[in-house]
């Protein structure tokens, strides 16, 4: 991005969790910003593709178990003028193992 097209807003401070197969992006709403743009890279590329423009400041997706994903988020202002992104965020979806069972019990978990 050149001087000329790039917002004067803060890049968006980006966390990121994984959960049951799924990544949550989250980040406090930025002054000035009217929407987001939501990047994504797999674990070997290098460019960055446009996921989704969303006035949101949560962003789920499904992941394939054993992959990698980098995200990255960026504001855009009223002008639809981008923002810097933020940092880059590394999500990993763990390999679900088939055949087992955890079942709470008084505070534990046992696995079958």
Avoid: C
Avoid at 38 to 61: G, W
Wanted: proline share 4%; net charge neutral.
């Amino acid at each position: 991005m050149d001087a000329q097209t790039t917002a004067s807003i803060s890049s968006p401070t980006l966390s990121v969790s994984t959960y049951l197969g799924k990544v949550r992006l989250s980040w406090p709403k930025v002054p000035g910003a009217k929407s987001y743009r939501v990047y994504v890279a797999s674990e070997n590329e290098t460019d960055f593709k446009l996921l989704v423009e969303t006035k949101s400041t949560i962003y789920e997706a499904v992941m394939h178990g054993g992959t990698i994903q980098r995200y990255a988020v960026s504001g855009l202002d009223s002008k639809g003028k981008e923002g810097n992104r933020s940092d880059i965020f590394g999500a990993y979806a763990y390999v679900e193992p088939w055949g087992i069972t955890a079942v709470p019990s008084g505070g534990f978990v046992v696995v079958d």
